[in-house]
């Protein structure tokens, strides 16, 4: 099968863990376009997966977004199939306090979501 230059299952994936980032710093897509000189809707279309962000431009969206590069790449191979979900905004939302919480909550968090998992199996 021949290789096509345009965005793939992986770009949603990186262009998801992307959004995920800037609305857990509580930066807004146009703040984001701003500081790397692009326009929101550029911004828009990495964080949907529509256009393959370079390396390059990755490392300076990590920049901007205070992380490392290699945070959006984790755990990602070009040989698996990666179903991506849609995350709502409380689910975001969710993610940003849940990495506020001391490890100890965190642990009672986790411990709380088993439980409730278990219950509705």
Known sequence: M???RGANGL???IGKRIRARRVSVDMSQEELAKKLSLSFQQV????KGMNRVAASRLIEVANVLGCDSVSFLKGLSSGQAIEA???SE???KLARR???LPDNLRRVV???LRAVEQIEA
């Open 11 to 13: 770009d949603t994936v």
């Open 2 to 4: 021949p290789r096509t």
């Open 98 to 100: 849940y990495d506020n």
């Open 44 to 47: 828009q279309k990495y964080e």
């Open 110 to 112: 986790v411990a709380t």
């Open 90 to 92: 409380d689910a975001f």
């Open 85 to 87: 979900r849609d995350l």
